[in-house]
């Protein structure tokens, strides 16, 4: 069956280090990869998408990468912050059908 | 940038009871809305993709008979959790997709409904 697979352990990094957190997943296929971020008690917030012929992808601090053939992407946040502590999720797609979210991994930047 | 909003952000009702959740997008049209279900520290779960002016579809293990999904308008779906139960106590999220954007592949989220049954 499908699988997304993201660190379950929250992440605890010091504030101006770089923060990578990782999305692995088994029998699937995407055509498209995205990052969202999520505040407790809040929806989640689109962050990037990278389609299945892109290597990487930056937005501001950001990057993200995907490698097709080990079917993992890392999110990258550089010079982090105390405000980019939340819990950070990725999803599938392919085509027009609905996203398949991994479970996320919590980020905590000590000021 | 687009906008999507819910009715109501929380809602606590007794069990046996029906509750409506509304998902509207504030400036765009949406011709695919998308409810999912969170249970707490687990991954955002698809219940059912709403099309405007059809029926919806549902997901695998999701009762169409107790979550009732309406898509009557291109900036409205609702979802009506019938006879609720504790068990159905979760964080209800609707998504939406731009009608006709080139970037069809990006959906929107609502910032949530917390339901909690009694």
């Known amino acids: 069956s499908q699988k997304i697979e993201q660190n379950s352990e929250a992440l605890n990094i010091q504030e101006g280090k770089t923060a990578t957190l990782t999305c692995n997943y088994t029998?699937?296929?995407?055509?498209?990869l995205q990052w969202y971020r999520q505040d407790p008690g809040r929806g989640p917030v689109f962050l990037l998408l990278?389609?299945?012929?892109?290597k990487e992808k930056r937005k501001e601090r950001l990057k993200v990468t995907f490698d097709t053939t080990l079917k993992q992407s890392l999110f990258h946040i550089t010079a982090s912050q105390p405000a980019d502590s939340a819990t950070y999720l990725c999803?599938?797609?392919?085509?027009?059908?609905?996203?398949?979210f991994g479970s996320g991994t919590r980020l905590q930047v000590q000021p | 940038g687009a906008v999507v909003s819910q009715h109501p952000s929380r809602v606590i009702c007794k069990s046996g009871t029906s509750v409506k959740i509304e998902c509207r997008s504030l400036?765009?049209?949406?011709?695919?809305m998308f409810w999912y279900r969170q249970f707490p520290k687990q991954s955002l779960m698809l219940m059912a993709t709403?099309?405007?002016?059809?029926?919806?579809?549902?997901e695998q293990g999701v009762e169409k008979d107790k979550f009732l999904i309406n898509h009557a308008s291109l900036t409205l779906s609702t979802l009506t959790v019938t006879s609720a139960h504790p068990e159905d106590s979760s964080f209800y999220i609707c998504?939406?997709?731009?009608?006709?954007?080139?970037?069809?592949?990006?959906?929107?989220f609502g910032p949530g409904t917390r339901l909690t049954v009694l």
């Open positions: 998504s939406a997709r731009i009608t006709g954007r080139a970037s069809w592949d990006t959906q929107y």
């Open positions: 029998n699937y296929s995407p055509a498209y």
């Open positions: 990278i389609r299945e012929n892109e």
């Open positions: 999803a599938l797609g392919t085509g027009r059908r609905a996203l398949t």
């Open positions: 400036d765009f049209q949406a011709t695919t």
């Open positions: 709403s099309n405007e002016g059809s029926k919806a579809t549902y």
